[in-house]
């Protein structure tokens, strides 16, 4: 495969996208480009310089002097890298926050516009099928039941030590995924050439080797 290609992988939140994006990448040798790390950097960059959840002038500005890139599978927000400092819960929330907001979307979509043209890759977030990569040669919309991906986040949050109950992990991935799919720009959605994947019983491997096959078809794999 040696032409240019893009692979889109949108979900909710748990499905296991980014998993899923970091062995294809590696198996196909392609850039993996994590989409909900850039709201998070921006998110982060909000709560550092003290400005309002809403869109105003100042966030105008500051979208206008930001930069947010990727080298070796780290992220970098204004040539700083911020890759630990994004995966607390204050940034997921900012992260969510920001994300609904017109003026934060249009320049990290352009970002993103941007880095799937100059070579091929795999991207995942919520609107890539739909938005920033509307031409995709490959687009998945990966899934699970909200059970499910509430329980996978619930055991992993248990290894780090958290209290937090399955309830309570439960009712987060709900309001995360209304959040998600009710927004009014660029909401959460299926693209029509999107082809769904139902993680809810399968593993990690069967996924990634469905989009490898997807992709490639089996015998280039070998
Ligand atoms: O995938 P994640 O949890 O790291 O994403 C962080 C937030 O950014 C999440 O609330 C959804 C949002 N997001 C988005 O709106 N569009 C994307 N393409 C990627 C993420």
């Known amino acids: 495969m040696s032409k240019i290609f893009q692979i889109a ?16 990448a590696a198996e196909l040798a392609i850039d993996y480009i994590d989409t909900g790390a850039m709201y998070r950097a921006v998110g982060l960059k909000m709560l550092r310089l003290g400005i309002p959840m809403e869109e105003n002038e100042t966030l105008f500005e500051m979208l206008a002097n930001t ?5 070796e599978g780290r992220v970098y927000l204004d040539g700083e890298d911020v890759s630990n400092l ?3 819960q204050e940034v997921s929330k900012a992260a969510s926050d920001c994300s609904a907001f017109a003026t934060v979307r249009r320049k990290l979509v352009e970002l993103q516009q941007a880095m799937g043209k100059r070579k091929s890759v795999i991207m995942d977030g919520r609107d890539i099928g739909t938005v920033v990569l509307k031409d995709a040669e490959y687009k998945f919309y990966l899934t699970a039941t909200a059970e499910e991906r509430a329980m996978r986040r619930f055991k992993e949050l248990q290894a780090k030590g ?33 082809v769904l994947i139902d993680s809810t019983n399968m ?3 069967e996924v990634v080797d469905f989009v490898i096959e997807a992709v490639t078809g089996e015998d280039i794999r070998k």
């Open 9 to 24: 992988i949108d979900g909710p939140s748990g499905a296991g996208k980014s998993t899923i994006a970091k062995r294809v």
């Open 67 to 71: 930069d947010v890139d990727f080298s």
């Open 162 to 194: 958290s209290t937090d109950t399955y309830e309570k992990v439960l009712e987060d991935v709900n309001k995360r995924d209304y959040n998600d799919m009710h927004r009014d720009v660029d909401p959460l959605r299926q693209a029509e050439d999107a």
């Open 86 to 88: 994004i995966r607390t």
């Open 203 to 205: 593993s990690i491997e």
